[in-house]
C-alpha cells in the first residue's frame, strides 16, 4: 500500500508563502504522476497542480486561480513533490491533498492520496 505524508501547511498573512511537501512510501514500482488537490469548506476538490512523469521534467499543470504565484516540483529519487505558494490570497483557504497516480509494489495501480494539510490564509 502506498502511503502519502503531508507537511508544511499552516495560518499565513495575505501575500505570504507557504510550501507544502509530500512524500510517497518505498514500497512504489512506478509513478506517473504527483500533484495537489485542495477543497474549500463547502466546495469540490479542485486541482491545484500535477507533473507528469517523462523525459524533461514531465509535464505541468496549474489551475487558472493559481498561475504565475504557485509553483510545483517534484524529486523523483526521493518520491517527493513539492508546492511553493506565493503572493498567497485567502481564496487559497482550503484543504492541501497530496495525490500520487502510481503502483505500489504488490497491486495495481491506481490515485493514493494523502491526509491533507490546511492552508488558512487571513489576516
Known amino acids: 500500500q502506498v502511503q502519502l505524508v503531508e507537511s508544511g501547511g499552516g495560518l499565513v498573512q495575505p501575500g505570504g508563502s507557504l510550501r507544502l511537501s509530500c512524500a510517497a512510501s518505498e514500497n512504489i514500482c512506478s509513478i506517473y504522476a504527483m500533484g495537489w488537490y485542495r477543497q474549500a469548506p463547502g466546495k469540490q476538490r479542485e486541482l491545484v497542480a500535477s507533473i507528469t512523469s517523462g523525459g524533461s521534467g514531465g509535464s505541468i499543470n496549474y489551475a487558472d486561480s493559481v498561475k504565475g504565484r504557485f509553483t510545483i516540483s517534484r524529486d523523483n529519487a526521493k518520491n517527493t513533490v513539492n508546492l511553493q505558494m506565493n503572493s498567497l490570497k485567502p481564496e487559497d483557504t482550503a484543504l492541501y491533498y497530496c495525490?500520487?497516480?502510481?503502483?505500489?509494489?504488490?497491486?495495481?495501480?491506481?490515485?493514493?492520496w494523502g491526509q491533507g494539510t490546511q492552508v488558512t490564509v487571513d489576516s
Open positions: 495525490y500520487a497516480d502510481a503502483k505500489g509494489s504488490w497491486g495495481p495501480r491506481k490515485w493514493y
